[in-house]
């Protein structure tokens, strides 16, 4: 069955050719709700409980205002995005991928060769990054049964990866619209738990002795850069276009509406994560707050409180991983998928199928043989995130809409570029550093 392959044509929204990728994958159906169900859940993640570690790095004063500023920062960041996405769309033009931005306002070299490779390399982490958090989670909750047991987390990893290989065939952004409004009430559900079990240990006769000092020297800056990073990459994104996307034109002023969902639950989550879990355990806190409630094999809440905390951490992880796979599925169905032929002909459904379960397996065992992933996420994060997060939104803003070197705005956009250049560099640094000191218990299948 053949299928027209030009776009709605709207003010806003002219008629034109679209790929396969562009025509199934980035369905523009979804209204200012759905747009903040999405946004949400690429950026509010179980990464959140790395926060209370990222403030022991950083102390009270220095944490609490760090998670403060990257807010704004990224809010600010976002909304000018957004704004640079609906000043080109007035104009004819509505891009519905990150690339294609960056290929129409920097140069196609740029578009192609850095923004569109670098997108894809953060998206393609978040896959492989959520089968390894998936599996320490359901090595956990085995552990926490079976404190002796024998299985090894790579077994967890491929216990994770069998489910996405289901999940992984949903067929547009847009159809995980449901699945994302319940990412985002787990997201303040397990936040609310972690909240509630951090204040009860810190506050109960187990509580661990609470040192917030901070190390000196030499330490004390690369730990105080990896805080910084950290925080600054649990505000990512890196796909705020392909969001937009799915919103049903005329666009105006819904990815507005949509971050400021997003970011009321970030506010809510990240603050009472990040201070209860700090104020609890203090620089012993862990990169997952989650290990701090175990003291060694023992539990220090009740068994079944855990299992339901982690229950939810680990179900709203596959959510998150399906978010980040729609960038590498747009890809593959603009080369695979026939955008003459419907989206759920035999001709188009056998190569979704195929690659998209390799796509899946191809990053279960990526997180099987690398458990030590992680400290590959923060050197991602360094030179990915902030560049797609904090530095090139005010770039397109600035070239879009060339704002007088005189204005605020101009020198606002210009002292952020600067400043997260310069952090993107120094947690380059301080991420290889970090692996380097590693490196001695990498090896492959690692029963972390």
């Not at 995980?176 to 009430?185: D, G, Y």
């Not at 290990?291 to 905390?309: E, Q, V």
């Not at 026939?338 to 998209?356: A, E, H, I």
């Not at 590959?376 to 770039?395: E, K, N, T, W």
Request: proline share 5%; glycine share 8%.
């Amino acid at each position: 069955m053949d299928v027209p392959t030009k776009a709605v044509e709207t003010s806003v929204n002219p008629p034109k050719d679209l790929d396969a990728g562009a025509l199934f994958v980035l369905k523009s159906e979804g209204s200012w709700l759905h747009c903040g169900y999405h946004l949400t859940t690429s950026i509010v993640s179980p990464v959140l409980l790395s926060l209370p570690y990222a403030m022991g790095l950083l102390g009270w004063a220095g944490g609490v205002m760090w998670l403060a500023l990257a807010a704004l920062v990224t809010f600010y960041s976002y909304n000018l995005l957004s704004l640079v996405l609906e000043h080109h769309a007035k104009l004819g033009h509505r891009y519905l991928r990150f690339r294609d931005m960056a290929t129409h306002i920097l140069g196609p070299g740029w578009g192609r060769y850095f923004v569109g490779q670098l997108q894809l390399s953060i998206c393609y982490g978040a896959v492989v990054a959520s089968p390894l958090l998936g599996g320490q989670c359901l090595k956990f909750i085995y552990l926490a049964y079976k404190p002796n047991g024998s299985m090894q987390l790579y077994q967890f990893i491929i216990m994770f990866g069998v489910p996405m290989l289901f999940l992984a065939q949903m067929p547009s952004f847009h159809s995980l619209r449901h699945i994302n409004l319940l990412s985002l009430i787990l997201s303040l559900v397990y936040s609310a738990c972690i909240a509630a079990g951090s204040i009860h240990i810190g506050s109960s006769r187990k509580a661990p002795p609470k040192d917030y000092s901070l190390s000196d020297g030499t330490n004390r800056i690369f730990s105080a850069i990896n805080g910084l990073s950290i925080i600054a990459t649990t505000y990512a994104s890196g796909i705020i276009t392909e969001i937009q996307a799915t919103v049903a034109p005329p666009v105006t002023g819904k990815m507005f509406k949509g971050l400021c969902i997003c970011y009321t639950i970030i506010i809510i989550t990240y603050f009472t994560v990040g201070i209860s879990g700090y104020w609890a355990f203090g620089n012993g806190a862990q990169g997952s707050i989650l290990s701090n409630f175990m003291a060694g094999d023992k539990p220090l809440l009740p068994s079944w409180f855990l299992l339901m905390t982690d229950i939810f951490v680990l179900t709203q992880l596959a959510a998150v991983c399906l978010v980040y796979m729609q960038p590498p599925n747009e890809v593959l169905e603009s080369f695979f998928a026939n955008p003459k032929r419907d989206q759920f002909s035999v001709r188009n459904m056998v190569p979704r199928l195929m690659f998209r379960s390799l796509t899946v397996v191809i990053g279960t065992t990526i997180a099987a043989m690398l458990p030590f992933f992680g400290d590959i996420m923060a050197l991602f994060g360094a030179f990915g995130c902030i560049p797609l997060d904090f530095i090139l939104p005010m770039i397109f803003y600035n070239v879009s809409f060339k704002p007088s070197k005189k204005s605020l705005v101009f020198w606002i956009n210009t002292t952020i570029v600067v400043v997260s250049s310069a952090l993107a560099v120094v947690g380059t640094v301080a991420s290889i550093r970090q692996m380097v000191l590693d490196a001695k218990t990498y090896r492959l299948f690692a029963n972390l």
